[in-house]
């Protein structure tokens, strides 16, 4: 059985980010999307997500190049005077290992996070990380344990096939990736924690254009694939996102070429919860666990 998310990143960081991703979600093949509780236009998305009950929506849980949901006087080791993350996440990282100041810190922020998302009211999907931070083993471990009062949703394992990052000229840095990803596979399977088999988005970051979409689509692999786009109404959104092609990435997902060769590769389409429900039931859980 051949499975399909279509995952936006970022919803509630700007309206232009939340209008893209009802339109795609409407008209589109997008089928999921990752929500920041701390952005400024979180509000105005989770607005829109209630009028969308097709949507799958899952938190996108921001440490890194984004907001913090408490206040900086709570987490002073951890953001900056305005409540901002920095984005020196080797740097941050490793204060994550190895200061338990920072740790606790840590730990409340992504407490309030899950905390918020759930307040929405909406239905819990899946959770990730921005810039998928979930990879250090310190925060994946409180994802797991945090993750397991609400359910134990799914997660993204940030794993791209070789055969794409090396198109992108970015095979050596999946390669380094490589025991962190094998490390947080175990961790998740101990955990009970279901995700997905195979993801694309990593190399062509802020690039999934209808092109790159039809080719994945035409090597779409059995079992559970994610692939994440960060569509919006306009380019240029943030200094971090100054290369990324916004607009581009929404006609792809608004694409007909793009519906026909969902059509055509056979997946069943939907979120993280549906879908990993479904493989389960058919015998094929061992591509989502």
């Not at 999921?32 to 209630?50: F, H, I, K, P």
Request: hydrophobic share 50%.
């Amino acid at each position: 059985m051949k499975a399909l998310v279509v995952t936006a990143d970022d919803f509630g960081l700007h309206e232009a980010v939340n209008e893209a991703i009802e339109r795609a979600a409407l008209q589109g093949v997008l089928s999921a999307t990752s929500l920041m509780v701390a952005e400024a236009a979180a509000d105005d998305a989770v607005r829109r997500a209630r009028a969308l009950p097709e949507l799958a929506v899952g938190l996108h849980v921001v440490l890194a190049d984004g907001h913090a949901l408490l206040p900086p006087r709570r987490i002073p080791a951890l953001v900056d005077g305005t409540g901002r993350f920095p984005d020196r996440m080797a740097r941050e990282g490793a204060r994550f290992f190895a200061l338990p100041r920072v740790r606790r810190q840590l730990e409340a922020e992504i407490r309030a996070q899950f905390a918020a998302f759930a307040a929405t009211g909406l239905a819990f999907d899946h959770v990730n990380a921005h810039k998928h931070f979930h990879l250090h083993p310190t925060v994946l471990g409180m994802l797991l344990a945090i993750g397991a009062e609400y359910g134990s949703p799914p997660m993204r394992w940030p794993r791209e096939p070789l055969w794409a990052a090396r198109r992108a000229g970015a095979g050596l840095a999946g390669a380094l990736l490589s025991p962190w990803l094998a490390l947080m596979r175990r961790r998740l399977r101990a955990a009970g924690v279901k995700c997905n088999e195979t993801l694309f988005g990593i190399s062509t970051t802020g690039a999934m254009d209808e092109a790159r979409l039809l080719e994945i689509l035409a090597h779409l692999p059995e079992g559970l694939t994610e692939i994440y786009l960060h569509p919006a109404t306009r380019d240029g959104l943030t200094p971090g996102m100054s290369a990324y092609r916004h607009r581009d990435e929404l006609d792809a997902l608004l694409s007909a070429r793009v519906r026909a060769a969902v059509r055509a590769s056979g997946a069943r389409t939907g979120g993280f919860r549906a879908l990993t429900d479904a493989l389960r039931s058919s015998g094929g859980s061992r591509r989502a666990a």
